[in-house]
């Protein structure tokens, strides 16, 4: 389906009950069927998995704007308009929706489960929770979420870059704050850096949602 601000690609039972919700881009595609696999393998196939194509991951993706942390291109904080745009995906509440990703839509992932009701669970593999002011934004807010999990390679946090060095310690603070608040969460470790495995890493993390 062609939407103004992106495409989506739909997989498994239409007829599910529960539908995933994906953000991606060109290069997730290439690993989409081997995560479906790996879902079907570890949570069964009751499920439909909608992959919503973003056209500026750094913009769409991001909650707000924030300056250049790799290279050149900062973020535009476009993620409330691929928010609204995602929203017409959930029109159905008969079903249960989950919202998951890889990376920076792992982050979009969690921050939409506090601008909206409509998510029961997140699944969020290495999040980019390094995001400037993104730890924060969590303990000032209310998660609405039933069911948050969060990943990240124990190489992550092992980078000379000084931002995304925090990535580790603001993922523990997070999964902290969320089991105290009451939500039900896990914090797994994966071996490698963070582009070990993403099809892997996405798979289990939607799945521990599923099971």
């Known amino acids: ?12 039972d239409a007829a599910a009950p529960i539908v995933l919700i994906q953000p991606v881009d060109g290069h997730d595609l290439t690993f989409i069927d081997s995560e479906l696999a790996n879902i079907s393998s570890l949570a069964g ?7 919503v194509k973003v056209s500026n991951w750094n913009d769409d993706l991001s909650p707000w704007e924030a300056p250049a942390v790799f290279g050149r291109e900062g973020f535009g904080g476009g993620a409330k308009d691929t928010l609204a745009a995602i929203s017409e995906l959930t029109a159905d509440r008969s079903k249960r929706y989950i919202i998951g990703g890889y990376s920076l839509a792992a982050l979009f992932a969690i921050w939409a489960a506090y601008e909206t009701d409509v ?13 400037p002011g993104f730890s924060d934004y969590v303990k000032n807010n209310t ?19 000084p931002v995304m060095s925090t990535v580790g310690d603001n993922i523990r603070d997070i999964s902290e704050y969320l089991a105290n ?31």
Do not use: Q
Request: glycine content about 6%; hydrophobic content about 40%; some cysteine.
């Open 1 to 12: 389906m062609k939407h103004p601000h992106f495409e989506t690609y739909e997989y498994g």
């Open 45 to 51: 196939d009751d499920f439909r998995l909608i992959a």
């Open 119 to 131: 998510f029961y669970g997140v699944a969020a593999a290495s999040p980019s929770v390094w995001f």
């Open 143 to 161: 998660i609405l979420a039933d069911r948050v999990y969060l990943s990240l390679g124990d190489a992550e946090e092992r980078t000379k870059n």
């Open 181 to 211: 608040t009451g939500t039900e969460t896990i914090l797994e470790w994966n071996r490698g850096n963070h582009f070990k495995e993403p099809d892997i890493r996405c798979a289990k993390a939607f799945a521990w949602v599923l099971a």
